[in-house]
């Protein structure tokens, strides 16, 4: 046991007696920001869709860039955290992120999408040291029983974050006013490499603001006091190597189906929100991306009203009961989107938000809890390598939305949502069971 703060007392397993609340507010602001550059990637698939003349294929590989980095460095994150503190991930994660949108500054000077990839991938691998240390340090910096609710209340200020991203890229990277496609198609010669070397100089302006307040947490961050929320083991030899945790976590079927379901999950939101602008678009020709925007604005209020929602019914029913009626309605409505040939798809498209709003903080925690707390740093860094879900699930909706149309594309999201409805269900079976074992013992 050890003592923190006076009053705050950590326990063998790593949890404590009590949120510290300046702490935990601080360590969520942090969900924000990698939100934010998240929201910022949809404004750029658009853009660059546009001005280097991609398919929607091509234009999804800025996920791919974006969430691939997470596959990679998840477990290297993890291992950090593991041999160090989840602070020191925090700050390494903060630094990383930095340099990511520095290199923002080259990239729209060469105006090359490969340099632009370059830059989105440094980024996330940045905030995938931030997911990997902050997802399982919000579930820990408090009460075991709380540890979801604790996770959903990080998750709502994520979902503030979003609307802050897409708001930086529409007004700093949209122009009011201007169809990049139709002007590309009008000019030629100089006249076009100088709009195009405009327009690319745009995408630069949100990501000065993000390196200030960037800058600004990791400062407050670095000289406030954390704690360790890390499991003690009694002895040395008694902590697991990284083959026994990959041993066991390979044995562990719970956590196998919890990594499966994060990575249709966060494909799904990551592929709905990818192509919420495009599919605006084609359903009303007339609009231009600084308008079509504004539906993936309401999309991301209807992320944050979603969440505010789940908070509230987490404290009538099971999170299992909430998540299998937000997904049966999700799947629903994604099918919807997919099969009603009209403007209405699009904002049964930006509904589908509210219900994507707990599913990740849910799996994350449900996944969590299914192995030993002694793996609990190594299981979470396998939680946010499954978000390469994000770099996979894009990728396939935009190549069938190449061949068949955007709009019957949104069916792959939709059987997505089927994969989360399962898993809940599952898991609601497996925790009446294990009460009915106890009950009979």
Not at 58 to 81: E, H, N, R
Not at 146 to 162: C, D, E, P, Q
Not at 386 to 392: F, N, R
Request: net charge neutral; proline share 2%; with cysteine.
């Amino acid at each position: 046991m050890y003592v923190y703060k006076n009053t705050t007392v950590q326990h063998a397993d790593g949890y404590l007696n009590k949120t510290p609340l300046f702490q935990f507010l601080l360590l969520s602001s942090v969900f924000a920001l990698w939100s934010a550059a998240a929201a910022l990637n949809d404004v750029l698939i658009t853009q660059f869709k546009s001005i280097f003349d991609l398919s929607n294929f091509a234009s999804a590989l800025v996920q791919s860039a974006f969430y691939g980095a997470y596959f990679l460095v998840a477990i290297p994150a993890s291992m950090v955290v593991k041999k160090t503190s989840y602070k020191l991930a925090i700050l390494l994660g903060l630094a990383l992120y930095i340099f990511g949108c520095l290199m923002f500054f080259p990239a729209s000077h060469a105006g090359t999408y490969t340099m632009f990839l370059a830059a989105i991938f440094c980024i996330a691998i940045g905030l995938s040291f931030l997911e990997t240390s902050c997802n399982t340090y919000s579930a820990m910096i408090g009460e075991p029983e709380r540890a979801t609710l604790r996770l959903n209340v990080s998750h709502t200020i994520n979902a503030m974050g979003y609307i802050i991203g897409l708001l930086l890229g529409k007004h700093l990277i949209f122009q009011e006013g201007v169809d990049v496609e139709h002007m590309m198609s009008t000019l030629t010669g100089a006249e076009l490499a100088m709009f195009k070397e405009q327009v690319l100089q745009q995408t630069l302006e949100p990501y000065k603001w993000l390196v200030g307040i960037i800058a600004t947490v990791a400062t407050l961050i670095a000289i406030t006091e954390y704690p360790n929320c890390k499991a003690v083991a009694d002895k040395k030899e008694e902590q697991p190597s990284f083959g026994e945790t990959l041993s066991y976590l390979a044995g562990n079927a719970r956590f196998f189906k919890g990594i499966v379901t994060q990575f249709a999950y966060v494909g799904m939101q990551v592929a709905v929100w990818s192509f919420t602008i495009r599919l605006a678009l084609e359903m009303d020709s007339t609009m231009v991306e600084h308008d079509a925007a504004n539906y993936l604005l309401y999309a991301f209020i209807m992320y944050f009203l979603g969440k505010l929602l789940a908070n509230y019914l987490f404290t009538k029913t099971s999170q299992e009961n909430v998540l299998m009626g937000y997904s049966a309605i999700g799947f629903l409505c994604l099918i919807y989107v997919t099969f009603v040939p009209n403007f209405s798809a699009v904002w049964v498209a930006v509904g589908t938000s509210a219900l994507f709003a707990p599913c990740w903080a849910t799996i994350f925690a449900s996944t969590l809890q299914s192995v030993d707390t002694r793996y609990t740093e190594t299981a979470g860094g396998f939680v946010v390598m499954s978000i390469i879900g994000g770099a996979a699930i894009p990728v396939i909706q935009g190549l069938l939305a190449d061949s068949v149309g955007m709009q019957a594309s949104f069916l792959v999201s939709a059987l997505c949502f089927a994969i989360v409805f399962f898993y809940f269900m599952s898991e609601k079976k497996y925790k009446q069971a294990f009460s009915y074992k106890v009950a009979e013992a």
